[in-house]
């Protein structure tokens, strides 16, 4: 997939009708202050509120989302936090992961749909959510102080208790961490200063009894998973400015895990990968707060090495929720259970602050990788989301039910579904950064300044961005050129095509002074690629652009256990077997590109002759009911000539 290397920045400038072109964005200098606060001097993503989602399928997937969100009720929601505060709740429970059994219950009724309507109140500025927000906020309120000690949780301090006293237990401070993230970005996102309090409260309770165990027996009970807790008490200390978050947030850090990495060695094998993946986002917090380099040192190493050695052409990475071999060794891997969504949802967490240490362009590629192929296409018309990603020939897509799951992949759909706005652009100083071709509007009001982005990309090769500024205004604007554009890529400033390029896998910095109506046009022509299985070099994956293209093998299931799951998404146990890979004759420079007809690039329609039948291809966001392939198998024509 990705080089392991950074890479090299072209370094040149021109003069081009009184544009300055400064060529690829220069790396970062890292924030090296100390004590609660964000680096001053990196990329910033700009507020959710200052950033509009335009008409297109991004739009369409956060109604459908929001649709979804505002059919759960707030009594069924908080019901568990009331039974374990001694509150009577008359409502029935939901099921799945939140019925009154689970030892997760609560993650997502006062987790994952907390962050959710926070977020979809700031992205598209929805006040019915906010107001459902508002009302479980109270709700857990008034749950802490029932109980009277700042704790609060759906689940009673026992399942705590079992912890320390290495019980089988599912994960407390999993879900503490969820109910904890909910809250904060409540108060970040919508104002609620009642959510801080709450969530004040929480951190306090888990510090004070964090602190109770000696250093080796908080090491045992860290062995279990407990989701992002030191992120959301880095995320407190940054917001509070209390240091003693930070000393709360170092209770939870694993030097088995992260002194490996700090030392450039992959021990991920045989680890649950969505347990570890929010530990180096909390790693990446640190860094960003502390100034401390070791923590950035981890973060960069285990995404370079995840993305390059351990992941899907799909962005995603996983079996059985597990990294089950080495490095570079995924053939034999393709199955049911691959790609655990939530697994993707934090890789691309941690993309977005790594690009923001460095500007780099490569993690806006992993990302917009992550997003169309990996993102899209997991939630139905119904706002249903996936739990895996099969990569097995023959599978297809299984969705959560509506009310009797709750799964963690819901609860991280529901949140990616809501902020598709937050890393289209970020700013340095005065600079605007361009980083997703997503119709969108950015109005940067302390700026002055409005970018109007339209684009039906990637069905067009290309976006569009006009200023609208009341003034002119000197300032540059950097635009990402894809790795997987062609050496045809252009840019026109009102309609006159600049001579200077930056290559893919940059930005192309243009500075001038810009006036009211400027319009700036990016042509990003698309070109058929392949990406090979890491280790098993003969299974290929086909794309477009960063397109990942399906083989459409027929019709799924129809809608049922098969289709959409009720309880834990293992395996089901009448499976059939997968389809071996589709063959595809390989030409003499073994690249399928070569047999790969493109049909109509603006419907995104393609077909391949295979060994035995042709396929239809399609992008695979736009695979919904059928089965498919994503990976083919390359039979070298030169063995029988």
């Given at each position: 997939m990705m080089d392991r290397s950074r890479r090299n920045f072209l370094r040149t400038s021109a003069e081009v009708a009184g544009l300055c072109f400064i060529g690829p964005s220069a790396a970062v200098k890292a924030f090296t202050g100390a004590g609660p606060g964000y680096p001053e001097g990196n990329l910033q993503p700009f507020p959710l509120a200052s950033v509009r989602l335009a008409s297109g399928i991004f739009r369409e997937q956060e109604e459908i989302n929001a649709r979804y969100l505002d059919s759960l009720t707030v009594d069924q929601l908080l019901h568990s936090f009331r039974m374990t505060a001694g509150i009577p709740s008359t409502v029935a429970a939901y099921g799945g992961w939140e019925e009154p059994g689970c030892e997760l219950r609560g993650h997502f009724a006062g987790g994952h749909f907390l962050s959710a309507v926070a977020l979809a109140s700031a992205s598209s500025g929805n006040t019915v959510l906010k107001s459902r927000g508002d009302a479980l906020?109270?709700?857990?309120?008034?749950?802490?102080?029932?109980?009277?000690n700042r704790y609060v949780s759906a689940f009673p301090p026992d399942l705590f208790e079992k912890l320390a006293q290495d019980k089988p237990v599912w994960a407390p401070f999993y879900t503490y961490h969820k109910?904890?993230?909910?809250?904060?970005?409540?108060?970040?996102?919508?104002?609620?200063?009642?959510?801080?309090?709450?969530?004040?409260g929480m951190a306090q309770w888990a510090q004070e009894f964090m602190s109770g165990f000696s250093n080796d027996q908080r090491q045992r009970m860290l062995r279990t998973e407990y989701g992002g807790m030191n992120e959301v008490l880095v995320n407190l200390a940054a917001t509070t400015r209390k240091d003693r978050y930070l000393a709360a947030a170092r209770l939870f850090e694993q030097p088995s895990f992260l002194d490996p990495l700090a030392e450039r060695r992959d021990e991920l094998q045989g680890l649950h990968a969505n347990t570890n993946v929010p530990k180096i986002i909390g790693a990446a917090r640190m860094y960003e707060v502390t100034g401390n380099r070791r923590y950035r040192d981890i973060a960069e190493y285990f995404l370079a090495e995840v993305l390059t050695a351990r992941s899907y052409v799909i962005g995603n990475t996983s079996l059985d929720e597990h990294w089950k071999t080495p490095p570079d060794q995924l053939g034999g891997t393709l199955g049911w259970s691959n790609a655990e969504c939530c697994v993707a949802y934090n890789l691309m967490k941690l993309e977005r602050h790594v690009f923001s240490w460095t500007g780099d362009a490569r993690w806006m590629d992993a990302y917009e990788q992550a997003l169309f192929n990996s993102r899209l296409g997991t939630q139905n018309a119904q706002g249903l989301k996936q739990y895996f990603f099969p990569l097995a020939a023959g599978y297809w897509r299984a969705y959560n039910s509506p009310l009797e799951s709750f799964w963690c992949c819901t609860g991280t759909g529901a949140e990616e579904f809501a902020k598709f706005a937050d890393t289209?652009?970020?700013?340095?100083?005065?600079?605007i950064f361009v980083n997703q071709f997503i119709s969108s509007t950015l109005d940067w009001k302390e700026q002055g300044i409005v970018l109007e982005q339209v684009t039906q990309f990637p069905r067009a090769q290309g976006t569009s961005l006009r200023i609208k500024t009341p003034q002119p205004t000197t300032r540059t604007i950097h635009l990402r050129i894809p790795r997987w554009t062609t050496d045809g890529a252009r840019v026109e400033i009102n309609g006159r095509p600049i001579e200077a390029m930056a290559d893919p896998g940059s930005y192309l910095?243009?500075?001038?002074?810009?006036?009211?109506?400027?319009?700036?046009?990016?042509?990003?022509?698309?070109?058929?690629?392949?990406?090979?299985?890491?280790?098993?070099?003969?299974?290929?994956?086909?794309?477009?652009?960063?397109?990942?293209?399906a083989a459409n093998l027929g019709a799924g299931p129809p809608d049922g256990p098969m289709r959409i799951v009720h309880g834990r998404?293992?395996?089901?146990?009448?499976?059939?077997?997968?389809?071996?890979?589709?063959?595809?004759?390989a030409a003499p420079d073994s690249d399928v590109k070569h047999s790969i007809e493109i049909e109509s690039p603006a419907e995104l329609r393609f077909a391949v002759a295979g060994e035995k039948a042709r396929y239809q291809m399609l992008p695979m966001y736009q695979v919904g009911d059928q089965r498919y392939s994503v990976y083919w198998k390359m039979k070298d024509t030169k063995e029988h000539t």
């Open positions: 906020v109270a709700g857990l309120d008034a749950c802490q102080k029932k109980i009277g109910i904890m993230a909910g809250l904060l970005d409540m108060y970040l996102y919508t104002g609620n200063s009642d959510a801080l309090h709450v969530a004040e289209i652009y970020f700013w340095r100083g005065s600079d910095a243009l500075r001038k002074t810009w006036k009211d109506g400027d319009t700036i046009t990016l042509s990003l022509p698309m070109e058929l690629r392949q990406e090979s299985l890491p280790g098993e070099g003969s299974a290929v994956a086909a794309l477009y652009g960063p397109l990942v293209l998404p293992t395996e089901p146990a009448d499976l059939p077997k997968p389809d071996p890979l589709p063959t595809v004759a």
